[in-house]
Structures are given as structure tokens and as C-alpha cells.
């Protein structure tokens, strides 16, 4: 009996040993794309379990000789094309994100896509993280400091839109300058911005008008009321009012967005710019976010 117990282990051991060699480290290579998909089985037709960045690091489950690898990727198993791995070194595509959490407060990520999942690691508000891939249920698999786990799109800003540089606002003769909807004066204003406000271009800078970013709002700005270097900034000065000293008025990430911190009474901000729709853009107390006019008072 003992004799048939240990010939059990030993075969037992020699699976895993097999299945351990079996387990090759590769990274997703995209090529010309930033991403790749990760299938629920060996075929373009069957589901999309997510999309993963050039440079992602996955375990292949079976061998990297056909057509298709089977690979695991943290909590999810799947399939992806063989010639979209290298085990060679690679330049990541991974875009950063920042975590948009309340101040104060750190956010669990999870071992898989579900809010009910373990934790396996904390992000709090401000953090950059690394995303390595993002599934269809509206998750992302991102390493922040060397913890790897899930989180949800609504508690990330993602920046994808590496490449360009950043400007500040210089409207010349005027405090403020237009963000519009479209490549020119006729198309709708998205709101008004100080001179000194500082701008992420999402297109270079080379013609009549470029593509910006200001805070959670992308539009254009003519590309004369941009620079490159320094400015005097005419950024007027707030002050929290309306509200009882006890309680608090909320700071979004974008107009009627996530929460991201909380200012009270008398706190001073300084005003980036005004969007048409009631709220200011401002920056206090180490953040930047959105608050509604009815409880800012501007001294410009």
C-alpha cells in the first residue's frame, strides 16, 4: 500500500514538473498595434476576454509552436495569437493612469474582475499606476508599486495620449482664451481658460489650431494663444462660500464626475478656467478637479 501511495506521488510530481516546463514567460507583442486581444478559445471568432499592451507579461499553459498560445494573465486564463508573444526584451506600450479616489482614502484592487473579489493591493487618490490590459466588464489590470490587481474604469484617468508635450494657455492681450469643440471660431465653446493654465497638446503644435487637453476636458485652442515656455500667469483666486462651516462642497473629477477630494468653507483655490455649463476648474491643496460656480466666489 505504502509502495502504490509514494509510485501515486511521484507521478504526481512529475506532472507538475512537466506542467512548471511547460510554463514559459512571454510578453504580448502587438507589433503595430498597442494592444492585443486575449480569446476564450484558439480562433478570432470566438469572445474577446479584454485587451492587453504591448509589453504585458504573460504565462504560456501550453507550447508557443502553433498558431495559438494558451496563456494566463493574472485571474484569467485565455488564448492569443503565437506570432503576438516574444519571449525577447520589448519596449512597452503600457499607458499610465491616475487613480481618481477621494482624498484621503485608498481604493482595494481585486484578484479578478469583481468588486466582490480579494483584495490584492491598495491605489489611493493621486497614484500612477501602470495598465497592463483591459477586460469588456469595463475592468483594468494595472501594477501599482509592484501590486498587481483589477480596478474599475470609473476610478481611473487613463493617459493614452503619450507622444506630445505640454503648453501653457498665453492669451496675449486677453486673460482667457477660448476651448472649443472644433477647429474653429464658429464650432462651440467648452468654456474659458487663464492664461498660466496649463495644457497636455494631443496634436503638435505646428498649425492654426491644437488639440488640447484642460483638466478632464479635451477640445482646440489656436495655436497663437499657446506656449512653450513661461508666462504671468492671470489665474484669479477663489474662495469656498454658500456652505454651512461645518460641512463641505465636493471637488470632481470632471464636471458632475467622480468625487476626488472635498474643500470647506473660507478654503482658497486658484481658477484655471470656467466651463459653460456652471463650473470652475481649480486647483487647491494639491489637486485638480471641478466645482460648481454657486460655491466658489471669484475674485478676479
Not at 217 to 229: E, N
Request: aromatic share 6%.
Amino acid at each position: 500500500m505504502r509502495r502504490k501511495i509514494a509510485t501515486l506521488l511521484l507521478a504526481l510530481l512529475l506532472a507538475l514538473c512537466t506542467g512548471s516546463a511547460l510554463a514559459q514567460i512571454a510578453a504580448v507583442d502587438g507589433h503595430n498595434s498597442t494592444k492585443v486581444h486575449l480569446r476564450a478559445g484558439a480562433g478570432t471568432n470566438t469572445d474577446s476576454l479584454g485587451l492587453f499592451f504591448t509589453g504585458t507579461r504573460v504565462e504560456c499553459l501550453s507550447g508557443m509552436s502553433g498558431e495559438w498560445t494558451r496563456v494566463r494573465i493574472e485571474a484569467q486564463t485565455g488564448y492569443i495569437m503565437t506570432r503576438y508573444l516574444t519571449t525577447r526584451a520589448i519596449t512597452p506600450q503600457q499607458p499610465t493612469a491616475q487613480a481618481v479616489v477621494s482624498a484621503g482614502h485608498a481604493l482595494n484592487l481585486h484578484a479578478w474582475p469583481d468588486d466582490r473579489a480579494e483584495c490584492s493591493g491598495t491605489i489611493g487618490h493621486g497614484e500612477i499606476a501602470t495598465v497592463l490590459g483591459e477586460t469588456h466588464e469595463g475592468w483594468y489590470l494595472i501594477d501599482c508599486g509592484g501590486e498587481r490587481g483589477y480596478i474599475h474604469a470609473r476610478h481611473l484617468s487613463l493617459d493614452t495620449d503619450r507622444g506630445y508635450e505640454t503648453a501653457r494657455i498665453d492669451g496675449g492681450n486677453a486673460d482667457r482664451v477660448h476651448l472649443r469643440a472644433g477647429a474653429g471660431t464658429n464650432t462651440d465653446s467648452l468654456g474659458l481658460f487663464f492664461t498660466g493654465t496649463p495644457v497636455k497638446c494631443l496634436s503638435d503644435m505646428s498649425g492654426t489650431w491644437t488639440r488640447v487637453r484642460v483638466g478632464a476636458q479635451a477640445g482646440y485652442v489656436m495655436t497663437r494663444y499657446l506656449t512653450r515656455g513661461s508666462v504671468a500667469s492671470e489665474q484669479p483666486t477663489g474662495t469656498v462660500t454658500g456652505i454651512r462651516a461645518n460641512s463641505s462642497v465636493n471637488v470632481r473629477q470632471s464636471p458632475e464626475g467622480d468625487v476626488i477630494a472635498r474643500l470647506h468653507l473660507d478654503d482658497a483655490v486658484t481658477v484655471l478656467g470656467e466651463t459653460h455649463e456652471g463650473w470652475y476648474l481649480v486647483s487647491a491643496k494639491g489637486f485638480t478637479g471641478y466645482i460648481t460656480s454657486r460655491y466658489l466666489d471669484v475674485v478676479e
